[in-house]
Each structure stands twice: as structure tokens, then as C-alpha cells.
């Protein structure tokens, strides 16, 4: 609502931010921004799209929002947005690796030169500053809100200001619910017993940064995962943190390996 005010008019000054080469004050005729923010392999309906994206990748690593200019000049720019999730530098330079494969392979199936593709990593200051350098640009939402606030609709200007004043209290009380979502809190080792067994009966569970993060990474390697007590659930929960139990079975019991790890 605030880079795509008055039909796109004012869209140039985002891909400026990003140093996008291509990006303009206005997208001249013939010149379509497309977004996508959904799983890329999931997003190809039809025979068509098929045989325009082979073999794609399987990985849900898709950043948040993906704009595609077409036209003349073809730009493709890729954002991870983040407000008050709170991952380590770590965390995020690996989810932003892992996103930049499907970048690349956009790039070169919609032909768009490498000098007008840009991946960026949008971010409150606060934790830009606590991340510190990344591998993308990164850019602050304090700087889109200076940016868009003399032609972004008013509401939205005062929304995203609004929560960015807020920014402090509202992620300590974000942090203060953890746990909010568990329904049962189970070792690793149970939810293990359960699953091979047929009785699982919360097939969701939960880890601080979710499944690709540092700490179930420490847990599986080091063995605790045994011990560790995880939040549990009887359906989905649309948080970063939370993933399939049977994606945990499959990192912990490989496929031939015996039932005592």
C-alpha cells in the first residue's frame, strides 16, 4: 500500500533503495511489476508454467515478497522481510543462502541480467543493527517509511509508524507469549515413540527459529533432542518456529537407520 501508491507511480523509489538497475520514478508502458510470496514449486499451475520453469526448486526457502519487471529492461527483486521475529545473524545469512539459489534460477529462466537483480533484507533498525552486515543489502524500515511518507496513503504511513514507535513494547510482549501455542510439551524421544508407533496425536511441534534453526541443529547433533521437552500441537500453527513432526522423525531417524538413533 505504500510502494505501489497511485498505480505504481512511485514504485522506482524502492528499487532505487535496492539498488536495482532498471528501477524508475514511473514503469513505462509494456512494464509489469508481478509479485509472488508463496512457495515457487508450489506456485507453477499448468503445463504451460511447467515447461517455463523446469525443473524448479523444491525448497521453501522462497523470499517473503518477489517482484519481476517485465519489459525492455527485466528486473527481479527479492525481499525477506522481517518485523518482530528475532533471528540470529546466523539464521538469517543461512535463510537468505538458501534464497538466493531460487533467485538465481528466476533470473535465468525469465532472462534478467545479473546487474538488475537485487536481494534485499528488509528489517526494523533495531535489529539491523544487532545482525549486523549480511551477504544482501539490507534495508530499514525506518528508511521505506521516509522514503513513501509523502505519497503513501495516510492510514498506512500512520500504521507502519505507529508500529515502529511500538517497536519495543510490542516485541517484548510478542516474546512474553512464547509457549502460547502449546498444547502438550513432549521429549523428543516420545514424540519419536508416538510417530513410528501410529498414535501421534499432535503431529506439530515447535523450536525456537524452527527447523533449519541453530538450536535443533545443537539438539540433533549433540543427541539432547532426546531429552528436550518441545511444544506440541494437534494442528498447524503459522509461526516460523513450528514444523511437521514427521520432518523431525526424518533428521533424527534416517530412513535405515535402527529405532535407538
Known sequence: MLVCAHDFAHFGRLTELARARGGRREPP????????????????????????????????????????VDGPRR???????????????????????????????????LGVAQENVAHVALLPEGLARRVGGLSVRTITWETLLDVYTDVGAPYFVEVLRVALARYPA???KREMVFGANAEARWTGEEIVRQYQAGT?????M????GLAGAELREDITSG????VRYECSSKGVDNRNWFAV????????????????
Open 200 to 204: 501421534l496425536t499432535h503431529p506439530w
Open 170 to 172: 510490542l516485541l517484548a
Open 246 to 261: 514427521a520432518e523431525f522423525v526424518a533428521r533424527v531417524q534416517p530412513v535405515g537407520a535402527p529405532e535407538g538413533g
Open 29 to 68: 508502458p509494456g512494464e509489469h511489476p508481478v509479485f509472488h510470496g508463496i512457495w515457487l514449486r508450489e506456485s507453477l499451475l499448468g503445463e504451460e508454467a511447467e515447461r517455463r520453469f523446469p525443473d524448479a526448486p523444491t525448497t521453501r526457502d522462497t523470499p517473503d515478497v518477489l517482484v519481476y
Open 224 to 227: 539432547a533432542w532426546r531429552t
Open 75 to 109: 528486473v527481479l527483486l527479492a525481499i525477506e522481510a522481517k518485523m518482530y521475529d528475532q533471528p540470529s545473524a546466523a539464521d538469517l545469512e543461512e535463510q537468505l543462502r538458501a534464497q538466493a539459489g531460487i533467485v538465481a534460477y528466476l533470473r535465468e529462466n
Open 206 to 209: 515447535g523450536r525456537r527459529n
